[in-house]
């Protein structure tokens, strides 16, 4: 069944709530014509080491580690301190994609956003380790393991997520910006099946018209 909305519509909604000029980065950005090209932003960059799109029409041709150490070391966008808006579809492993988080946490505005793809995998086989492990029900889709980082920043009483049910799950994460309640840690060893009959609850979980109607607040502030 098709869901509202995607991945490229979460993205411009949240960038529409700002009353200025806005800033946008990609980490994972593969194809530009799949999302980047398409997003509203007054200034986007994309990061991009170029496994899976050898052709890689980026900004960055580097892993997100390299981005953001020469970033903070003022060798790259100088000119750029912070963003409004960081969308992470990078390397879909908790472990890296909580290190994303970090590094993203520390450069976006105040009032800024993290956005993740793939936080809310089908099943256990989109949501396995191994990406070229291809012969499974999910077939060449992989979602990986990026929900376990999603979920261990939904627990942070820092930080107010939810998760947009679209597009495999769009992960919204803010400093500031009312997205929900956050999450008391009730699975702390990040079972699948744990997830998987409590989503509503452990992600935060919205459909694409919820999600609309919070952002709205924002737009009315």
């Not at 994609?97 to 993203?104: E, F, S, T």
Request: glycine fraction near 6%; include cysteine; charge should be neutral.
């Amino acid at each position: 069944m098709h869901k509202e909305g995607s991945r490229t519509e979460t993205i411009n909604l949240i960038l529409d709530t700002f009353n200025r000029e806005t800033s946008y980065l990609e980490i994972g950005t593969r194809n530009p014509d799949h999302n980047f090209n398409r997003v509203s932003a007054s200034k986007k960059y994309s990061v991009d080491p170029g496994v899976e799109f050898k052709k890689n029409p980026v900004d960055f041709k580097m892993t997100s580690d390299v981005f953001f150490d020469k970033f903070e070391k003022r060798e790259i966008l100088s000119e750029s301190p912070k963003f409004d808006l960081i969308f992470i579809d990078g390397l879909h492993l908790a472990e890296q994609v909580d290190k994303d988080i970090q590094n993203a946490l520390k450069h976006i505005k105040e009032d800024g956003f993290i956005v993740l793809h793939d936080c809310n995998p089908p099943t256990e086989w989109h949501a396995r380790e191994t990406y070229n492990y291809r012969y499974s029900p999910a077939g060449g889709i992989w979602n990986g393991t990026t929900w376990k980082a999603f979920l261990k920043w939904r627990s942070n009483p820092e930080i107010s997520s939810c998760c947009v049910d679209t597009d495999w799950g769009m992960g919204v994460l803010s400093k500031t910006n009312n997205l929900g309640k956050g999450l008391e840690h009730t699975n702390p060893f990040y079972e699948f099946d744990t997830l998987n009959k409590n989503r509503k609850k452990l992600l935060n979980l919205l459909s694409f018209q919820e999600f609309k109607n919070v952002v709205a607040t924002f737009n009315s502030k």
